[in-house]
């Protein structure tokens, strides 16, 4: 598949980095490093506009070497960009260790997955078919 992307970044277009990769890493497009306290949140810049076609998506998730070892996450995970949208990809990270964490310009921020998308209709009825589950939900097959 294609995607039309406008690069207005300082860094090369997102590439996969394994044959099997669902995913391409995103940087940070930043003109001074960013430092977020414990818990503070920032939208990262990075630069990069794309045109999906028509019944896709793009998932924007973190990427588990940098939740695992520094404790940055995403919020809005995953955050989708829809198809009719054409603004900047912005990333919304969240520093969720108990330390200060720096993100440089061309840093690794997160990666960026393509999905289809299907269409549901909703068809309003006066009852649902019965499952052994039922309404049973958080927990409810114990812990």
Known sequence: MNIRIVNKSKHPLPEYKTPQAAGMDLMANIDA???????ERTLVPTGL?????EGYEA???PRSGLA???GLGLLNSPGTIDADYRGE??????NLSNKEISIKDGDR?????????????????EGLTETLRGA????????
């Open 33 to 39: 490093p960013i430092t977020l306290s414990p818990l």
């Open 49 to 53: 506009y794309i045109e999906l076609p």
């Open 59 to 61: 998932q924007i998730r």
């Open 68 to 70: 695992l070892k520094e």
């Open 89 to 94: 990809i912005g990333v919304i990270v969240v």
């Open 109 to 125: 921020i997160c990666q960026m997955v393509i999905n289809k998308v299907e269409k549901a209709q909703f068809v309003e009825v």
């Open 136 to 143: 049973g939900g958080f927990g409810h097959t114990g812990k």
